[in-house]
């Protein structure tokens, strides 16, 4: 399944308009007492699953998103360490946890 780069919020905005309207002509038919809670369930269970597919298919370009976005506010996000030198030499386990951190930081 290929992804779009941008989320269509558009498609969003008009499932949730068309979901009211729904709900209004809902409430303005006739309908007997009984029905109402069926109604009223099955109209909440299409208006979520509606709006979890959305995000379902626009998964990844949300995160891509979110991702941009967190890159933004926070441009270096990089802790500096200012610890004075080490009198103490690295035993070899900590050298080989530091090099093996090194090579999986993270970008």
């Known amino acids: 399944m290929k992804h779009r780069k941008k989320p269509a919020y558009w498609q969003l905005y008009v499932f949730t308009l068309l ?3 729904i709900l209004l002509l809902l409430m303005w ?3 007997p007492q009984g ?3 069926i ?3 099955t109209w909440a ?3 979520l699953a509606g709006m979890g597919g959305w995000c379902w298919i626009y998964w990844e370009a949300l995160r891509e998103e979110d991702r941009q976005s967190r890159k933004k506010r926070h441009p270096q996000r990089q802790i500096a360490i200012t610890s004075p030198e080490r ?3 690295l035993t070899p386990v900590q050298k080989h946890f530091l090099e093996v951190m090194d090579k999986n930081k993270r970008t």
Do not use: G, H
Request: proline share 6%; charged share 15%; net charge negative.
């Open 19 to 21: 979901m009211c309207i």
């Open 87 to 89: 009198t103490i030499p």
């Open 39 to 41: 109604i009223d369930d």
């Open 45 to 47: 269970v299409l208006d």
């Open 29 to 31: 038919a006739q309908f």
């Open 35 to 37: 029905w109402y809670t």
